[in-house]
């Protein structure tokens, strides 16, 4: 999936408007544009579709953290410079406040079962012998439950 599917399905699970996105990229330390929101909207066929970067789409998930939880003391966390779907799940993680249980429970609304200890070896640090690249199916898993969850 890219970075732009996914801002796509954030955005429409939790019914953000454009001032809403804009202001999650703010939280996360970016100005952006409404144009700039609209093309990285767009489907890739259109003309003006821009391809949105991880960095950027690393401080629109900071901004994100900060919508659900609040800002965090000190310092904010800079944005990465390269996102694989591991980092996007832990990001998405942290800012709903999910459990383990509760991402098992999300992956079982879109009928995609896997287990705790399979689902922990996507948020360990990469260089564990029991680490596991994130794939795009269950990120996509992961999104469609979300959506079940949120709208029914």
């Known amino acids: 999936m ?3 599917d996914i801002l796509k399905k954030l955005r429409y699970i939790f019914d953000y408007g454009d001032d809403a996105m804009i202001k999650i990229f703010r939280d996360g330390g970016m100005l952006v544009t409404r144009a700039e929101v609209s093309d990285w909207l767009k489907k890739e066929e259109d003309p003006a579709y821009k391809e949105l970067k991880d960095v950027q789409f690393a401080t629109f998930l900071n901004g994100f953290i900060i919508a659900h939880r609040g800002p965090k003391e000190g ?3 800079a944005a990465e410079e390269r996102l ?34 399979e689902l ?3 948020f360990r640090n990469p260089s564990a012998p029991q680490y596991r690249p994130c794939k795009d199916q269950i990120m996509r898993n992961f999104l469609m439950g979300l959506q079940i969850k949120h709208k029914g």
């Open 75 to 77: 310092p904010q966390p």
């Open 2 to 4: 890219t970075n732009n």
């Open 120 to 122: 922990s070896a996507f």
């Open 84 to 117: 694989n779907n591991n980092i996007i799940f832990r990001k998405i993680k942290i800012a709903l406040s999910l459990i383990d249980e509760d991402i098992i429970e999300i992956l079982k609304l879109a009928d995609f079962k896997i287990s705790k200890h």
